[in-house]
Structures are given as C-alpha cells and as structure tokens.
C-alpha cells in the first residue's frame, strides 16, 4: 500500500572543524616570483598571506584533520556517522574518492563515501545533498567537508591567479535534530555550465597521451577574473535574497553573512547590495585567501570559537566559483562544542 503520509525530519548542524596547513607564503614571498607587490595584492584582493601544504600533507589528510576536529567538536564518534559527502575539486586521486580515503583515515566503518565536485560553492551544494539524506530518514548523522589543495595547480609564473589561493579544509556534522526544531532553514543552488571556460583546470596534455600535448593549457587553474568578479557581484546578492525568502525572512531577519573567502571587493560589493553592516560579515581571507569548497568552514569556526557567532545566529552562507556555480544555504547555528565543559 502507498504511503502518502510523508514528513520530514528536521536538521541540524552539530559540529564543526577545519584544518589550515602550517605553511605561509606572504604577498612578499610571491612578489620574489612574480612581478608584483604587496600593495597590489592588498589594495586589489584583501589577501595579505596564504597557508599551502608541504611535505606529505594532502587532500585527503586536510580532510581528515578537519573532519576529527569536528566529530569532536559535535562529541560523535566517527563509526556513528552514516554519509561522507567530500566537496572538492582537487582530490588526491581521480578515484577512489576522497570520501572514502577519509573514511579509512578516520575510522569511519559504518558511513557511505562519495564526492562531489561543484568548485568553491561545494559546500552549500554539499549542505543540501546532506541535508535532505536526513530530512527523508535515509541517514542520521552525515560529514560534510570541504577541501581543495589549490596550491599544487596554480601556475606560479602566473600574477593574475597564484596570488589568490590557498589550501584547507573544512567540515560540518549534520543530524536528525533531537528537539524537532529545524535548523537549515533553506538553500538555493544554481549553475551555468555556458560559461564554464571563464574558471577551469583543463584535463589534458601529459595525462592524455592520445592526444596532441598542449604545452599553453597545462593542469592549471585558467581564469578570466574580471569575469568571474561581475559574475559573483551580480548573481550572490539575488541568490541571498532568494535564499532568504525560502526560508521565510528579510534581510532584516540575517544576523551574518559568510561568504566564500574570494575577494574583499567582491565580500564588500555583496554587503553594500544587500545593505548589510560591516560587522555582520565575516571574513578572514587577509590570513588564508581563497581556500575554495574550504573558505565558508574556515571563516566560520573562527568566529564561534571567539564567540561572535552564538547560539541561534542566523546565517547565510554563500558560495560561488568554477561551473559557473552559485547558492545560499541559510542556516541557525545552534551547536554547541562538547569540548568545553
Ligand atoms: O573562487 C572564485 C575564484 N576567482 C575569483 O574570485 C576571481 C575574481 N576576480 C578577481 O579577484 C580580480 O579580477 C583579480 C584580483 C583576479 C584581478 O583584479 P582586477 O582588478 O580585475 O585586475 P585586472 O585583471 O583588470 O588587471 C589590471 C592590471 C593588468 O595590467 P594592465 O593590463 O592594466 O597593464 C594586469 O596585468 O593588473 C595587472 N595584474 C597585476 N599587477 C600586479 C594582474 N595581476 C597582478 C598582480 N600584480 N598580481
């Protein structure tokens, strides 16, 4: 017999966490390779330095760390957790997915694995997938992370891109909420596959051998950046506001604004559509510039941790980046880190 009678759990954010690599490189380490100051960098970006792996750090070890961080922030242990979603765009590996090396890494035995790539708005794309395994009962407890390793696809003979990126990873825990309050309130998503060529990594050259090497479109990111800035500056605020209306608020309802770390000019552009004040937008992209599906996590476990961001805050993640691909995820941040006694 059908079942007609169908509702949703309600969803719930309980954890968080993120791994930045110890590695700096300042704007001035990168003017001694390229031909370019500081001042430019500062005046045109809002970057100031960038942390990039070494060693044998990688995607799947950046993950891993942010994801410990967060399973102990939401005090859940890794063999509870049902789904690993990795958003990146830079895996170690083409396969197996980082999900599933993550889920060895961590012990993870019971969970799902897969990635999925929707470049730095990964994060809200992955949100929703997450969410909605939850909300229809599939799974209970969901690990969402974020990670890309930019560094190792940057062309560092190249100003206009090497001076942007940097490398990290971020993570969130997902559950069926325990008090049937409903904490992601909504989440828009978009894409535009037509203007794919303004932001990609080109797969070919050397890993295809049946076809001619092309030495001008090396494995490195290739960005029209003037196009990709009118391109945040106009679709983010519409999206937020879209996302604001599913969710049933105004503008006047969001406490904060995280956006993807880009740029300051595009962060500040955003505001000043929207008619936010500058406290109620969070950014820390001076310290670690644009660490991609990774930047929404990283800016925002560094204000819960100061204590800006407190207990039923509510926010509006916004991504944008490669696809094209844009989407708000408004969220109420009701977790608390079971670390703290
Ligand atoms: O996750 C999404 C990832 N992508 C983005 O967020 C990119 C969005 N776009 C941007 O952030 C900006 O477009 C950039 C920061 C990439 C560039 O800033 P811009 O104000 O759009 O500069 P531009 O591309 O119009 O270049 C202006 C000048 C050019 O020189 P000429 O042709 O005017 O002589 C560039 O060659 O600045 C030059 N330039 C630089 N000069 C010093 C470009 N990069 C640099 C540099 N240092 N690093």
């Known amino acids: 017999m059908m079942n007609d009678n169908f509702s949703f759990n309600p969803v719930t954010i309980t954890g968080i966490g993120r791994y930045i690599p110890e590695t700096v490189i300042t704007n001035e380490d990168i003017a001694k390779l390229v031909d370019t100051n500081d001042e430019w960098i500062t005046s045109r970006t809002g970057i100031k330095q960038r942390r990039v792996v070494s060693g044998n750090q990688t995607a799947t070890s950046m993950a891993s760390k942010a994801a410990i961080d967060a399973l102990e922030f939401a005090g859940v242990k890794a063999d509870e957790i049902d789904l690993i979603i990795v958003a990146t765009s830079l895996p170690d590996s083409l396969y197996p997915s980082t999900a599933c090396e993550v889920q060895a890494e961590i012990g993870a035995v019971n969970a799902a694995a897969f990635n999925i790539v929707a470049a730095c708005t990964g994060l809200v794309y992955g949100l929703n997938i997450a969410r909605n395994f939850i909300m229809t009962g599939t799974y209970k407890k969901v690990l969402l992370l974020g990670v890309d390793v930019h560094s190792r696809f940057l062309d560092w003979n190249e100003r206009s891109t090497c001076i942007l990126f940097g490398d990290g990873a971020g993570a969130l825990i997902l559950e069926q909420s325990s008090d049937g309050r409903n904490?992601?309130?909504?989440?828009d998503m978009h894409a535009n596959g037509e203007k794919a060529g303004e932001l990609s990594i080109p797969l070919n050259g050397k890993n295809c051998p049946l076809v001619e090497p092309n030495e001008t479109k090396q494995q490195y990111v290739n960005m029209n950046g003037k196009e990709i800035y009118k391109f945040a500056v106009s679709v983010v605020p519409r999206s937020i506001k879209d996302a604001l209306i599913g969710a049933g608020l105004s503008i006047e309802g969001l406490d904060y604004l995280i956006p993807h770390q880009a740029n300051m000019r595009i962060i500040s552009s955003i505001m000043d559509r929207l008619g936010l004040k500058e406290d109620q937008v969070i950014a820390n992209l001076d310290k670690y510039?644009?660490?991609?599906?990774?930047?929404?996590?990283?800016?925002l476990m560094e204000e819960i941790l100061n204590g800006k961001i407190k207990q039923d805050s509510i926010m509006a993640m916004c991504g944008f980046g490669a696809g094209l691909t844009w989407g708000t995820a408004i969220v109420r941040w009701r977790a608390k880190d079971k670390r703290k006694k």
């Open 183 to 187: 904490d992601i309130l909504s989440v």
């Open 289 to 299: 510039g644009n660490t991609s599906t990774a930047s929404i996590c990283v800016a």
